[in-house]
């Protein structure tokens, strides 16, 4: 069984541009999301996703990798503002995520409440964290039938991880933002043992390669030292959460090592951070070993000795820049709103001070403008400022650069690479960069770099394999054996069963719906009989077991004279059995007004109905049938009738299979034929003429056989003593071979098979 379903991939935001990921997959009528952040550049609804292209009642789960705004944030809007809610659609995210995403949203809300564009309430806010459902690294979820996932770790910032997602047997890797370099609290990005079909991956830096850390950490240091020594003050924009505290970690381990500098503060300026370093003390266990061991060690690396939380009275910001040097790490990383901006703002005139760029910064925000060293800036008041302070940037973003993410993509080995998260010049460089890679290397990877609402279709041709249980794999069947039963699918799986095991490996259990139908009868028994073997042919007469005498038509339906004038049609319901009992019922019902019925009941019928008739010289009429089918397309036709008299057995032993049953024999252009009356196999020189006598022979058989016989094809009809039966598998016409026998062998045969048992179980399917 094969088919060629199509994997439907839709970004609603970060294709081809950095901020608001959300990216939809479709596959086999189901919908996962990943991520749903907004874009830092922007506010209120222009910030958001495209969500208004999705149907998000038909969301099956949503996926969240990290707790960064441009991952995160638009999932209330989506959770309680749209019809996802009208749905059956789960969220997931693992327990750091959850835990640092509440106070996230708990400050985005308190941020926006202040403009007139707010995306969502508090309220709105508390109600959806309470539907997030939390996960672990390495938990294997299966949010619905036919779909699973399992979270890895990502690095990048605690808590966030990549998911390896199955839908349907199609495996689908999303990373999300990740790193592959460990750094002083963080784990690197895994590698999934699995290998994907598809992999969704971040493009952020493009062909950029970043240098070493231990490299850009003594830079680092160095440049804050001597701003420091040159009596300025030192701006370090971050987020709240994520790289900051790396920096504090480098901060703190520098300022205990130079004693000079013990008299320098190194504030913190935000609330969110001072919430959630508890976060970070609670998940210490999915850090590093270089953590896990200092906190084994009763030594709290998230303790700072050198670094104090700056508390936020008002004007606090032109108090810091009126006092003595310091290093301040101020929210947001973008400088488009805040204390950072505010800090900015003041410090931007004296050239003494310094701005420190440390993470990737999005086009159209201030942090990306100031990099190109403006001679001014403009204030949040729309007035000009003298840019005076010194502008550097030193990339700590937890991103991977060229060197590690085409390692990545080489070791996942997947089929089709999707590029998003990257603004569109690096990733088009990207592509061309791996493109080429896999074209030394002779790999066919199709490399996909989509556009928001681009919908991009990829198609995999895959076989669907129904395995054998119970009773159907205690015999390892051979080549060409046809096998039978139940075919059973649940989650896109599929288990072939003999009926008897349904109830033990599938929980199910079978039955036969029997139907009875009671009809009037105005004719005799014998007309209703004459009818019926006109149009099924052979009609089965007998008793059941209660005495009553029954009439079975094809093998399925039972008509028994249970009163004088009525009939009970009774049959096993099935869709073939159910359609013999229809025209069964309809022949009967219009017994009465036939005009056969009545030439038959004034005087005899002078003809007989061949096709009921099962005696010798019925199958004579047969036989002479068949030959003339054959004699009027191919010429002259010879019986041939076998050697019965056991002379030169030993001298022909190699033919004897083909000489005791009886044959047709005939000859066209010097190729000669032999058609075996009881098998029916055609045996020739000439394959074209084989095919071409195969063929007239099948319409023979067609045309001579009953209805009876060509429904009745279970079971073999041919039994010799000392032989094996013969298979009937190439025609159904087995009762007429079986008749063929009687007319050349003397022998007593077996009976044919019980018509009382039915030719297949109900619900039998068979899988070639």
């Known amino acids: 069984m094969a088919d060629s379903p199509t994997l439907s991939i839709t970004l609603l935001g970060a294709g081809q541009e950095v901020g608001r990921s959300c990216c939809v997959l479709r596959y086999r009528g189901k919908t996962i999301v990943c991520d749903a952040g907004v874009h830092p550049a922007y506010s209120g609804m222009a910030s958001l996703p495209f969500i208004d292209e999705l149907d998000w009642s038909t969301v099956d789960a949503i996926l969240i990798t990290h707790f960064h705004l441009d991952h995160a944030a638009a999932l209330t809007y989506i959770m309680e503002k749209t019809n996802f809610r009208d749905g059956k659609g789960k969220v997931y995210m693992?327990?750091?995520?959850?835990?640092?995403?509440?106070?996230?949203?708990?400050?985005?809300?308190?941020?926006?409440?202040?403009?007139?564009?707010?995306?969502?309430?508090?309220?709105?806010?508390?109600?959806?964290?309470?539907?997030?459902?939390?996960?672990?690294?390495?938990?294997?979820?299966?949010?619905?039938?036919?779909?699973?996932?399992?979270?890895?770790?990502?690095?990048?910032?605690?808590?966030?991880?990549?998911?390896?997602?199955?839908?349907?047997?199609?495996?689908?890797?999303?990373?999300?933002?990740?790193?592959?370099?460990?750094?002083?609290?963080?784990?690197?990005?895994?590698?999934?043992?699995?290998?994907?079909?598809?992999?969704?991956?971040?493009?952020?830096?493009?062909?950029?390669?970043?240098?070493?850390?231990?490299?850009?950490?003594?830079?680092?240091t160095s440049l804050v030292h001597s701003i420091i020594r040159r009596g300025g003050h030192v701006l370090l924009p971050t987020f709240a959460l994520g790289r900051a505290q790396e920096l504090l970690l480098i901060l703190d381990e520098y300022w205990k090592k130079h004693p000079d500098l013990h008299n320098v503060p190194i504030y913190y300026a935000s609330n969110l951070a001072r919430k959630c370093m508890a976060v970070y003390q609670t998940y210490i266990h999915t850090m590093n070993a270089n953590i896990r061991s200092r906190f084994a060690k009763r030594d709290n690396p998230f303790v700072f000795k050198h670094i104090s939380n700056l508390p936020q009275p008002r004007g606090w910001e032109r108090k810091i820049a009126e006092g003595p040097p310091c290093v301040v790490l101020a929210s947001p990383g973008f400088l488009q709103t805040g204390p950072s901006r505010e800090l900015l703002e003041l410090w931007a005139p004296d050239p003494?001070?310094?701005?420190?760029?440390?993470?990737?910064?999005?086009?159209?925000?201030?942090?990306?403008?100031?990099?190109?060293?403006?001679?001014?800036?403009?204030?949040?008041?729309?007035?000009?400022?003298?840019?005076?302070?010194?502008?550097?940037?030193?990339?700590?973003s937890a991103h991977v650069d060229y060197s590690q993410n085409s390692e990545f993509i080489e070791q996942v080995k997947a089929q089709h690479v999707v590029l998003v998260h990257g603004e569109a010049t690096a990733m088009g460089r990207l592509r061309a960069a791996m493109a080429a890679r896999f074209k030394d290397r002779d790999e066919d990877v199709k490399i996909h770099t989509p556009r928001n609402l681009e919908e991009l279709e990829l198609s995999f041709r895959g076989e669907r394999v129904a395995k054998a249980i119970g009773t159907l794999a205690s015999k390892p069947p051979q080549e060409n054996?046809?096998?039978?039963?139940?075919?059973?699918?649940?989650?896109?799986?599929?288990?072939?069963?003999?009926?008897?095991?349904?109830?033990?490996?599938?929980?199910?259990?079978?039955?036969?719906?029997?139907?009875?139908?009671?009809?009037?009868?105005?004719?005799?028994?014998?007309?209703?009989?004459?009818?019926?073997?006109?149009?099924?042919?052979?009609?089965?007469?007998?008793?059941?077991?209660?005495?009553?005498?029954?009439?079975?038509?094809?093998?399925?339906?039972?008509l028994k004279h249970t009163a004088e004038h009525e009939l009970t049609l009774e049959w096993d319901s099935s869709a073939s059995n159910d359609m013999i009992a229809d025209s069964t019922l309809t022949l009967i019902?219009?017994?009465?007004?036939?005009?056969?019925?009545?030439?038959?009941?004034?005087?005899?019928?002078?003809?007989a109905h061949p096709h009921a008739?099962?005696?010798?010289?019925?199958s004579y009429t047969r036989i002479q049938i068949l030959a003339e089918f054959l004699e009027n397309h191919f010429g002259e036709v010879e019986l041939h009738m076998p050697d019965t008299t056991g002379e030169d057995q030993h001298?022909?032993?190699?033919?004897?299979?083909?000489?005791?049953?009886?044959?047709?024999?005939?000859?066209?252009?010097?190729?000669?034929?032999?058609?075996?009356?009881?098998?029916?196999?055609?045996?020739?020189?000439?394959?074209?003429?084989?095919?071409?006598?195969?063929?007239?022979?099948?319409?023979?058989?067609?045309?001579?056989?009953?209805?009876?016989?060509?429904?009745?094809?279970s079971a073999p009809m041919m039994n010799e003593e000392g032989a094996v039966d013969k298979a009937m598998q190439k025609y159904p016409s087995q009762q007429l071979s079986d008749e063929l026998t009687a007319n050349v062998e003397s022998e007593t045969k077996p009976p044919p098979q019980d018509a009382a048992a039915p030719s297949e179980s109900e619900g039998t399917v068979e899988v070639a």
């Open 651 to 713: 001298d022909h032993e190699q033919d004897e299979d083909a000489n005791r049953d009886p044959a047709l024999i005939l000859r066209v252009d010097e190729a000669d034929a032999h058609i075996n009356l009881v098998t029916l196999v055609v045996t020739c020189t000439s394959e074209t003429l084989r095919k071409r006598i195969e063929t007239v022979l099948d319409m023979a058989v067609s045309t001579i056989s009953s209805l009876t016989e060509l429904f009745k094809t």
């Open 481 to 558: 054996d046809i096998i039978s039963g139940l075919l059973v699918s649940k989650d896109y799986s599929y288990t072939l069963l003999d009926p008897r095991d349904l109830r033990d490996f599938a929980g199910l259990s079978t039955c036969i719906v029997t139907q009875r139908q009671r009809v009037a009868l105005g004719v005799g028994w014998d007309l209703v009989r004459w009818h019926l073997e006109g149009m099924f042919g052979k009609v089965e007469d007998g008793f059941d077991k209660d005495g009553v005498r029954t009439l079975r038509v094809m093998g399925v339906v039972d």
């Open 94 to 220: 693992t327990h750091p995520t959850k835990a640092v995403h509440k106070f996230m949203m708990q400050d985005f809300v308190r941020m926006s409440s202040s403009s007139s564009d707010a995306l969502f309430t508090p309220l709105e806010m508390s109600m959806s964290l309470s539907s997030i459902i939390p996960v672990s690294a390495h938990q294997l979820i299966l949010p619905c039938p036919g779909v699973s996932f399992t979270p890895y770790h990502a690095g990048h910032v605690l808590g966030a991880c990549m998911y390896l997602i199955d839908i349907a047997g199609l495996k689908i890797l999303y990373t999300g933002d990740y790193s592959r370099e460990e750094d002083r609290h963080l784990v690197k990005a895994e590698v999934p043992p699995t290998r994907p079909d598809v992999l969704i991956v971040e493009s952020t830096y493009g062909v950029q390669t970043l240098e070493g850390r231990e490299e850009k950490e003594l830079r680092f």
């Open 613 to 618: 008739d099962s005696k010798n010289e019925s």
């Open 589 to 607: 019902t219009g017994i009465d007004t036939s005009p056969a019925s009545v030439k038959l009941t004034s005087q005899p019928c002078a003809h």
């Open 352 to 396: 003494r001070n310094g701005l420190i760029i440390t993470g990737y910064s999005i086009e159209g925000t201030l942090a990306r403008d100031i990099m190109n060293e403006p001679e001014e800036i403009l204030s949040l008041k729309g007035h000009t400022i003298s840019r005076k302070l010194s502008v550097d940037y030193i990339s700590f």
